[in-house]
T-cell receptor
């Protein structure tokens, strides 16, 4: 069964500190992995996408890594800001049979709270 | 350029009632997916519509049905509501998911409470 596990479930840090969120998956075959940020009361917004051949990708203060061998990804947030408080969701994409249709498996998210 | 819009934003129903949620996709998008998100959980896939047909379906009972209109907007219908149907219902649009472009643009959701 395809699964995406995220840790920690919740995290509280002080403004200006760094943090790392983890995503482990058992999805196979693998197409790509996306990190989404979901603010309270809003829909998720894509932060970055990692494909099989990519190890590291940065988007401003967000840096995602992917180890396709161990099926692990991380999202590192540098110099956190109050606006980083949100749920961060890992989504893994897998091909569905013939053609190019995709199946998406969502993690439960890590709830990050940044305190002043 | 309008993003994904959903209506209503909040809804309160009682057990056994029926509800219809609406979604307009991002301009230029032709594929709409619906998700159910319980508090503290990630979104769970309900179904996806493309070319006015249901193309994929998650593990949800037949009480959950949908429709896509020629203008690509979509409706989610839930019959015989149960307390457990209380959740945030998210609509996501994309451009031809079946062609592999699976970046989803989400609406802000409809918060459904079943009493």
């Amino acid at each position: 069964k395809n699964q995406v596990e995220q840790s920690p479930q919740s995290l509280i840090i002080l403004e200006g500190k760094n943090c790392t969120l983890q995503c482990n998956y058992t999805v196979s075959p693998f197409s790509n992995l996306r990190w989404y940020k979901q603010d309270t009361g809003r829909g998720p917004v894509s932060l970055t996408i990692m494909t099989f051949s990519e190890n590291t990708k940065s988007n401003g203060r967000y840096t995602a890594t992917l180890d396709a061998d161990t099926k692990q990804s991380s999202l590192h947030i540098t110099a956190s800001q109050l606006s980083d408080s949100a749920s961060y969701i890992c989504v893994v994409s897998s091909p569905r049979g013939s053609g190019s249709a995709r199946q998406l498996t969502f993690g439960s998210g890590t709830q990050l709270t940044v305190l002043p | 350029d309008a993003g994904v819009t959903q209506s209503p934003t909040h809804l309160i129903k009682t057990r056994g009632q029926q509800v219809t949620l609406r979604c307009s996709p991002k301009s230029g998008h032709d594929t709409v997916s619906w998700y159910q998100q319980a508090l503290g959980q990630g979104p769970q896939f309900i179904f996806q519509y493309y070319e006015e047909e249901e193309r994929q379906r998650g593990n949800f009972p037949d009480r959950f049905s949908g429709h896509q209109f020629p203008n690509y907007s979509s409706e989610l219908n839930v019959n015989a509501l149960l307390l457990g149907d209380s959740a945030l219902y998210l609509c996501a649009s994309s451009l031809a998911l079946l062609r592999g472009d699976e970046k989803l643009f989400f609406g802000s959701g409809t918060q459904l409470s079943v009493l």
